[in-house]
């Protein structure tokens, strides 16, 4: 019993080993494929939008809409975005 199962495991892990190395070389076979080019980075647009909200939240304080500690909240909320 004992010699059927020792076999059983031996040639488990012989499969295991040849699906392994058959996987391998499989992978070492295809061409590499360069990675898809990235789109660049969109920093400047968002940047842009943050500045005009910076802006709207500066004329809404001129304006007395904003207090004092509800634009500085707010301002340190957006530039806390860059």
């Keep these: 019993m004992r010699g059927r199962i020792a076999a059983f495991a031996i040639g488990s892990h012989m499969a295991t080993k040849r699906t392994e190395a058959a996987m391998s070389q ?19 647009p968002q940047q842009e939008d943050i500045t005009q909200k910076l802006q709207k939240l500066a004329d809404l ?22």
């Design 26 to 44: 499989q992978a070492q076979a295809q061409p590499q494929q360069a990675p898809p080019p990235q789109a660049p980075p969109q920093a400047q």
């Design 61 to 82: 304080h001129k304006q007395g809409i904003l207090s004092d500690e509800e634009f500085q909240k707010m301002k340190t909320d957006l530039i806390a975005k860059l």
